[in-house]
């Protein structure tokens, strides 16, 4: 499978970006996409996550409230919505999907990457 992310750019703390996410995928096989993002000097981490089955998601603490991961109906595009953005939410964020069965929120089990888009939220 193959991810393209896009729609990164620099924004005002408060303000709010749309970060989108082409999928690429084999037919029949099942995904459950993340939105990943590492800031500098600092790990990675899942900031957001959907189950291919169902609609229920998973977000990272920090911005429970502010992100929203959502995905059309053909399942090949996936956004990451983020408003209220902090100089803190600034890094590169990366779609990434995996194809087991462990809960979305297992980060190291993404095995498809996508390139980053840079978000850099000034203050």
């Known amino acids: 499978v193959q991810l393209q992310a896009s729609g990164g750019g620099l924004v005002q703390a408060g303000g709010s970006l749309r970060l989108s996410c082409a999928v690429s995928?084999?037919?029949?096989?099942?995904?459950?996409l993340g939105w990943f993002r590492q800031a500098p000097g600092k790990e990675r981490e899942l900031v957001a996550a959907?189950?291919?089955?169902?609609?229920?998601?998973w977000y990272l603490a920090s911005v429970r409230g502010r992100a929203t991961i959502s995905r059309n109906s053909a399942k090949d595009t996936v956004w990451l919505q983020m408003n209220s953005l902090k100089p803190e939410d600034t890094a590169v964020y990366y779609c990434?999907?995996?194809?087991?069965?462990?809960?979305?929120?297992?980060?190291?089990?993404?095995?498809?990457w996508g390139q980053g888009t840079l978000v850099t939220v000034s203050s």
């Open positions: 959907l189950p291919w089955r169902g609609d229920r998601p």
């Open positions: 995928r084999r037919a029949f096989i099942a995904y459950d």
């Open positions: 990434a999907a995996k194809t087991d069965s462990s809960p979305i929120y297992t980060m190291t089990n993404y095995e498809y």
